[in-house]
């Protein structure tokens, strides 16, 4: 148990669909991330919050929508996807200080756009 | 441009051998490196760190090395157990100025395999 939980586990989707991922961090953290993680490829860093303020934004693709309530939860918000973003997605927490900190991250959502 | 490199896809190693990761990162301006253990249908977990004011950093029998002037730094695993078989991701970011982002760049993960 990593304190870090996402929902749900597996989705399916068609391109058309509207869809969120939800992820809720129960260890007290003050920054939350989503990455994508597909096939053979190393995991990419998609959004950064830290205190609640998206500080990281890479260049990903408007029909990804983050959004982050409090310093707990943190949802990504899907809409016309396209199959190549059938992947893995991974959220992770920090507790962010003036120097290192370490993430701890949720089991993830396989993801499949049909 | 992956800046973060894995090359070997998978280890296999003997229960009781030690177990040799190698990762090698390319951007200089990295002063942090973790390395993650994932098993399946789970997430990342967090293993072992090292800073880059540091050349080794031991926790029980999980030890990391950094070789700065090579960019490259390993993770020794002995004495293996079959539990350690799993994915391992090493993973660098950039904490100068003492400012962490929490912008962590990954390799693309090396199979090990611990057979009994």
Known sequence: ETGVTQTPRHLVMGMTNKKSLKCEQHLGHNAMYWYKQSAKKPLELMFVYSLEERVENNSVPSRFSPECPNSSHLFLHLHTLQPEDSALYLCASSQRTSYLDEQYFGPGTRLTVT | ?116
């Open chain 2, 1 to 116: 441009d992956q800046q973060v490199k894995q090359n070997s896809p998978s280890l296999s190693v003997q229960e009781g051998r030690i177990s040799i990761l190698n990762c090698d990162y390319t951007n200089s301006m990295f002063d942090y490196f973790l390395w993650y253990k994932k098993y399946p249908a789970e997430g990342p977990t967090f293993l072992i760190s090292i800073s880059s004011i540091k050349d080794k950093n031991e926790d029980g029998r999980f030890t990391v090395f950094l070789n700065k002037s090579a960019k490259h730094l390993s993770l020794h695993i002995v004495p293996s157990q079959p539990g350690d078989s799993a994915v391992y991701f090493c993973a660098a970011s950039i904490n100068a100025g003492g400012t962490s982002y929490g912008k962590l760049t990954f390799g693309q993960g090396t199979i090990l395999t611990v057979h009994p």
